[in-house]
C-alpha cells in the first residue's frame, strides 16, 4: 500500500507541475488568443480530469488507510480498556474526517453539476457565434459579389460607348 501511495502521490505531484506550467503561460499571455497559448488546448483539460481523478484516488486510500488505523484503535482498546477514553477521542477525530470528506464530496457533485450546466450554455453560445459568423461572412460575399457584378457591368459599359 505504501509503494502505490507514494506512486499516486508522485502522479499527482507530475499532474500538478504540467497545470503550474499551464497556468503560468495563461498568466503571462498579452492580447493573444487563449488558444495560441503553449499547451491551452484539449490537453490541458485532460490533465485537470487526470488530475481531479488522481486526487479522488488518493481521498479513497486515505479513508482506508484511516479505517485501518480505527480498527487498530479499536483491537489495542479491546486488549487494554485503559486507553477506551483516548482511543474513543481518536476515533471521534477520524468521524469528524470521515464527516468532512462526505459533506465535501457533495459540494464536490454539486460544483460539477454548475460546471455542466455553465458548459452546456457556452456550447449554445458557441453555436450561435458561428451562426452569426457564417451569416456575415455569407453577407460579404454577397455584397462582394454584388459590388463585382456592378464593377463589370460598369467596365462593360465603357467598352461599348453609346
Not at 487526470?50 to 488507510?65: G, I, N, P, Q, R
Amino acid at each position: 500500500m505504501a509503494d502505490s501511495l507514494a506512486s499516486k502521490l508522485d502522479n499527482v505531484l507530475e499532474r500538478l507541475h504540467f497545470l503550474e506550467m499551464a497556468i503560468r503561460n495563461l498568466k503571462d499571455r498579452r492580447g493573444i488568443s487563449i488558444t495560441d497559448v503553449g499547451d491551452i488546448d484539449e490537453r490541458l483539460f485532460k490533465e485537470i480530469a487526470s488530475y481531479e481523478m488522481s486526487t479522488e484516488e488518493l481521498k479513497k486510500d486515505f479513508v482506508m488507510l484511516i479505517v485501518d488505523d480505527a480498527k487498530k484503535l479499536a483491537a489495542a482498546c479491546s486488549n487494554n480498556p485503559n486507553i477506551l477514553n483516548r482511543t474513543t477521542e481518536e476515533l471521534n477525530k477520524i468521524e469528524d474526517i470521515l464527516d468532512f470528506i462526505e459533506q465535501h464530496e457533495y459540494q464536490d457533485i454539486e460544483a460539477s453539476r454548475r460546471l455542466q450546466d455553465f458548459v452546456a450554455g457556452a456550447k449554445e453560445d458557441l453555436d450561435n457565434i458561428r451562426k452569426e459568423m457564417e451569416y456575415g461572412v455569407m453577407t460579404k460575399q454577397q455584397e462582394r459579389r454584388k459590388y463585382d457584378q456592378a464593377q463589370e457591368t460598369h467596365r462593360k459599359g465603357e467598352n461599348f460607348p453609346g
